[in-house]
């Protein structure tokens, strides 16, 4: 069966390595992630936004990792990501996940605390785990100065307040990353020697600071993506316009996973993976039209994509 998340969190903690969670929204999306993660026996968060519960609907999702259960051995755990109200974490709890998040980050605090704290106790009831978040991720769109953006990271001194009103089992914090593939401008980068966008470097002093606040306690990361440079080249050389895209760099995240951080989302990763596999096949095959030539490019792609993910930056493989 679906599995939730605590003892993949505890195991993770005290081992020094983080569990994958993964967006998804269709079957070959579902099969690439799942291929690489049963034959390196990780374990593995799959995650649906409201978004994607929309796209492909509940029913599909739930039974698409089902049927990713029945043929891989290995504990997976069926998450909402980025729930925005009580009504969508009822609708998953009650339809068969296993994880939910409820984001109240853009709320005051004490809503924040106040609408968590439903969600979990609900959640609970039913046997289901519940990630919260405190701290906005800086998103590139909002164009923001140094001090705004300082306001926006989580603040240290709030996290033990809020995880026990709260009783959420695992918390996301912002720390410098951001959702997407354009995680930072060229004007908040520096370049290398190569001409390679920099970003600036995650806030660990803020996660070190949290940790020491609330030892043993899970950490999510949002917006980890590392925007791989070998797919966004594969788009662009490929019909693809996507110039300055950025994520977070690798080693950051390796390190990451180290500490206390639990959870490493990651979607736009699997986006530009499936996207490179798709538009580079019709560049080479410009007279296919069957879904299952181009499509199965993609998932290639994927299922590479995670096996690097689990071996190379969560250090998730042999854990199942
Ligand atoms: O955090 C956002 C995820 O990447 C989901 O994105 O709402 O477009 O499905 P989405
Ligand atoms: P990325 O856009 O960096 O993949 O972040 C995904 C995420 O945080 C989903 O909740
Ligand atoms: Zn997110």
Known sequence: PLVGTKEMFKKAYDGGYAIGAFNVNNMEIVQGITDAAGE??????????????????????????????????????????????????????????????????????????????????????????????????????????????????????????????????????????????????????TRNADGVLVPPPLRFDILEEIEKRIPGFPIVLHGASSVIPKYVKIINENGGHMPDAVGIPEDQLRRAAKSAVCKINIDSDLRLAMTAGIREHFKKEPSHFDPRQYLSDGRNYIKELVAHKIKEVLGSDGKA
């Open 40 to 189: 390196l026996k990780s374990p593995l968060i799959l995650q649906v936004s409201a978004g994607a519960r929309k796209y492909a609907r509940h029913e599909y999702l739930v039974h698409l990792v089902k049927a990713a259960l029945e043929i891989n051995d290995i504990p997976i755990a069926l998450h909402l990501d980025h729930g925005a109200d009580f009504d969508i974490c009822k609708a998953c709890i009650d339809g068969g996940f296993t994880s939910v998040m409820i984001d109240g980050s853009h709320l005051p605090y004490t809503e924040n605390v106040a609408l968590a704290k439903r969600v979990a106790e609900y959640a609970h009831a039913h046997g289901v785990v519940v990630e919260a978040e405190l701290g906005q991720l800086a998103g590139i769109e909002d164009d923001v100065n140094v001090s705004a953006e300082d306001a926006s990271y989580t603040k240290p001194e709030e996290v033990q307040d809020f995880v026990e009103k709260t009783g959420v089992d695992s918390l996301a914090i912002a720390i410098g990353t951001s959702h997407g593939a354009f995680k930072f401008t060229p004007e908040q980068c």
